[in-house]
Every structure is written in C-alpha cells, then in structure tokens.
C-alpha cells in the first residue's frame, strides 16, 4: 500500500503556522468589498511586479521533490474563509518554491510560453468580465473582438481573407477540430447520425515529426491510431511529397480511403518545415484535407524574411496557430483557421431550445461566423480575444517582428557556436531559432545516449537553464529554444558557457 503522510488536521490551530490564518470577516456577504478589491488588487500586481524583475536570480527549475509542494499544504480546504494576507503569505512561502518559470529568460525548454505585461493585465480584466461568448448575445464585445483579432493576425501572417479564425485553448483542441471537420468530408459515412457505423478503412498522413496531438485526435474522433499512416523525410527531416503521393496510391489500390494529409510548419523536436506547397498539390489531385499544424512555426510568418518557409499554406484547408507560444500571449490562446467553417459547423452544431437566440447574427452581418458555440466543442468560451489584442496593439506588427527576429539571431548564433565545437555536433538545421545538438562521448566505447542524458542532468542540477531533450533516429538529443520574451543574447551567451563548463567537467571526470 502506499504510504501517506500525516494530514494536518485543518480545524487545529497549530497545523498552520501562519497566525494570519484565522478565519476571517474581511468579506462582505457577498463578493469582497470594493476598496479590498483595489487594495489586493494593487498587491497582487506590486506581487507580479516584484516576482518578474526577481526572476533572472531564481533557479528557472525548482529544487523541490515530488511531493514537496502538497504536504506544505492543508489536505482540506477551509471551513470559514481565510484573509488575504493569510492567502498572499502561502503563495509567497509555499507556492512560488515549486515554481518553474517560463517566464524566465534562461528557460529554453519545449516551447517557451512567455506571457507578456498587456498580456496579463487584459487577463485580470478578463477574470473580471468573465463574459462566456457562447452567442452572439452572451458577449457582443468578445464575439466581435474574436473575429476581429483573428483577422488581424491572419493578415500579418499574409494569410487570404476566405480563412475564418476561431479561438481554443490550444494547439491540441484546436487540431482536434480540424480533424473532425476532415473527418466530415468523407461523405460515405453519415458521421452525425451513425459515428464511424460502415465507415472504410480511413488514411490519415503524417511524418514521423508529426506532434501527437494529432494521434490523441485519432483517439478522441474514435478513428484509431491504425489509421495514422507515417509518410518518409527527406534528410532535412521534411515530409517528403513524392513518398505522400506514393503512399496514397497505394493506399487506394488496396481499397483504404485516404482523407487527409498533415504537414507542420515547425515541428516539435527539430521545427523543420514541411513542403506545404509541393503538399498542398498532393491533396488537391487526390482531394483531401490539409491540415497544417504551425502552433509554434506560424508566428514566424509575421517576419517577411521567414515568408517562404509558409509557401503553400494558403491551400490548406485549416491551419493551427499558438498565440500562446510566440507570440507573447498568456496561456491559453490557439487560433484555428480554416477555409471551411460551414464544414465545421456541420461536423458539432446542436442547438437545444435553451440556446436559441432571438438576434439572427448571421442574417444581419453577413460577415460573421454567428454564434461561436456552433464550432466546436465548448458551450462556454472564455474571453481570450481580450489579450490577444492587447498584445497586438501594445507591441504592434514592427515590435513583435523585432522581438521575433532577435530570437532567430540568437538561435542561429547558438548553432555557429556548436558547429565550431570539435565535441558538440548539431543534429538538424535551423530553419527557426530552435537548436538540436549532442555531445560526443569522450570514449568511442560509451554509451552516446548514457552521455548524453548525463550532461542534461548536470546541467539542470544547476538550476541555471533549463533545456528538454527529444530523441531523433533513437539517439537522445538536447533542444534549445530561443523564444522567451525576456531572452536576451547575454542570456543565450552565459546558457552557452554553462553548457560548455558542464560537458569539460563530464569529460575531466
Ligand atoms: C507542433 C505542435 N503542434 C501542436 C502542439 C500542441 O499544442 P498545445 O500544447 O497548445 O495543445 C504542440 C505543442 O508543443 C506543438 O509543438
């Protein structure tokens, strides 16, 4: 049996050390009152304020061991409501010890997610609001500004106006429904009615760098992960369009039923760049849906010098992108872009009486969507466009370019750094400013993965950095990815010395 350690007893007294635990009678007897609102209000921004500027001195991984963080705390929640000081006083003492901070300028890890200042403040306001844009009517204002932020930010990044954004909580739901409305498409199988009753023997195409959130929506649409059909790469770890075409053919010879086709902008472990044009030809002769996944590569379409990477993508018929990876944005905000959103709205529209409207958006502004709760999944939507416009506007196109475009440099001073190292090799291009790279064990007899794996550990015990490694043809390998925020190049420098110091140690030992 597992063992558990001793729960505190909530009702003593002595199981909180903090003596401003009491219960407190701060609140009214409703919400807190106004002026407690502004004061806590004006502490917690004074908190923010104090916790990013002390941030380059914290370790960006926290020293603590699983566990460490719930046994500080009660098991059971309070019975009489607790005082804001009492609150404040365990974030500071027993919350932020278990931080990692992605907003930290040495987090180099997975994708960095950094939230920004207009960012965080439009949250706040949000939380306030707390519209649910479910209709038209529940929320004119964050309706509209939804549609109307997606439209910026499908212009910047030079996509056509016959792309129509909708909001999810992430690059995941947002492929998910995608492949639904793909799944739809397959007009054989009456997909409303019956679910995959008589449906054929589906395709799906996909690389190897494909991110798994399009397997997960295999699982979830019940579709399987059989039909995942895994096209060959080219040596720049790019799906190859002549190994697609091939696959489909032999698919339909042996009676499969090929339905759409994933290319990425940026994939996850190297962010190489599919051909999507050359891809986007394959689908159009044998009429199947393109998906493109850019959740992280397709902000880079905002810079006219990345451009080209993006040929293509205005054939899709949907495209993801993450606001929330880099382009500033607090989590959570993924825009789906298709071509096709009555498909959509075919694949989840279920009105029950209790949500009909008696405004017809859509007769009256011929322009939009109606009512967003028709596209997906969610009934309730937060009010995410809220932030993304304060992003776009606090920053503007020219500065998110700058900050973007310093990212890149940086990214690709790294890999100079590495391809001059006589015992480091970089293992992929740099199409965008993530680096992927391993060291060379000091003996030919080693175990290069064993290595490998030890060097990252000595380096997160560090604290310092913080890197996540993936695995490319079975050999372990450490990312690098330049997209924080407040990354600057001194920060890229230092990591960089760190990383070399670490691997002299490892080979002097
Ligand atoms: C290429 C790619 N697509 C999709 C996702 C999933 O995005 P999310 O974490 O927002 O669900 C990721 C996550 O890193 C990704 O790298």
């Not at 997610?113 to 706040?124: R, T």
């Not at 009615?193 to 019940?222: C, D, F, W």
């Not at 091939?246 to 042996?254: N, P």
């Not at 550990?457 to 695995?471: C, D, K, N």
Request: net charge negative.
């Amino acid at each position: 049996m597992k063992e558990t350690s001793p729960l505190p007893d909530p009702f003593s007294n002595s199981f909180h050390p903090n003596p401003l635990a009491q219960p407190a009678s701060l609140a009214t007897d409703r919400d807190m009152s106004i002026d407690e609102l502004r004061a806590e209000a004006t502490r917690a921004v004074d908190w923010v304020a104090d916790y990013l500027s002390g941030l380059e001195s914290q370790p960006v991984i926290p020293p603590v061991a699983p566990g460490d963080i719930r046994r500080s705390l009660p098991e059971s929640a309070p019975e009489h409501g607790e005082s804001m000081d009492a609150i404040f006083s365990d974030l500071e003492s027993r919350i932020a010890p278990g931080l990692t901070h992605w907003n930290h300028p040495s987090f180099f890890a997975y994708f960095n997610a950094s939230s920004s200042g207009p960012g965080m403040i439009a949250e706040l306001i949000a939380a306030a609001i707390n519209s649910n844009s479910m209709i038209w009517q529940t929320c004119p204002a964050a309706h509209e500004l939804e549609e109307l932020t997606a439209g910026w930010l499908r212009r910047w990044m030079g996509l056509p106006e016959s792309f129509r954004g909708l909001f999810t909580d992430g690059g995941s739901a947002s492929t998910f429904h995608a492949l639904a409305a793909a799944r739809q498409t397959v007009t054989e199988v009456d997909w409303r009615q019956n679910g995959g009753r008589g449906a054929p023997e589906l395709r799906l195409y996909v690389t190897e760098h494909t991110h798994s959130s399009i397997h997960k929506a295999m699982l979830a649409l019940g579709l399987g992960l059989s039909c995942i059909r895994e096209v060959a790469c080219d040596d720049r770890m790019r799906m190859s369009a002549d190994g697609l075409r091939e696959a489909i053919e032999a698919d339909l010879q042996a009676g499969r039923r090929p339905f759409a086709v994933v290319a990425t902008l940026g994939t996850t472990s190297v962010t190489s760049v599919d051909p999507v044009a050359d891809i986007a030809e394959v689908c159009r002769q044998f009429e199947l849906w393109l998906h493109v996944d850019a959740a992280h590569g397709g902000a880079a379409a905002l810079l006219p010098e990345q451009r080209h990477l993006f040929d293509g993508w205005q054939h899709a018929d949907s495209i993801v992108v993450n606001p929330h990876k880099w382009l500033m944005v607090p989590l959570d905000l993924s825009v789906l872009y298709t071509r096709h959103p009555d498909v959509l709205r075919d694949a989840f529209s279920l009105v029950p009486a209790y949500l009909q409207t008696t405004t017809d958006l859509p007769a009256s502004e011929p322009d939009s969507l109606g009512n967003m709760m028709d596209y997906g999944l969610s009934l309730g939507r937060r009010f995410r466009a809220l932030k993304l416009w304060f992003v776009l506007r606090y920053f503007g196109r020219q500065g998110l370019i700058d900050r973007l475009r310093g990212h890149l440099e940086s990214a690709r001073w790294l890999a100079q750094q590495i391809d001059l190292h006589p015992k480091i090799e970089r293992v992929a291009p740099v199409p965008l400013s993530t680096v992927c790279f391993r060291a060379v064990p000091p003996r030919d007899s080693e175990d290069g993965n064993a290595f490998n794996r030890r060097w990252l550990q000595a380096i997160h015990r560090t604290g310092e950095i913080y890197l996540s490694p993936t695995e490319l043809g079975g050999r372990f390998v450490l990312r690098f990815v330049v997209s924080g925020l407040r990354t600057e190049r001194r920060h890229v420098e230092a990591a960089w010395s760190l990383l070399c110091h670490r691997l002299d140690e490892l080979y002097s030992d």
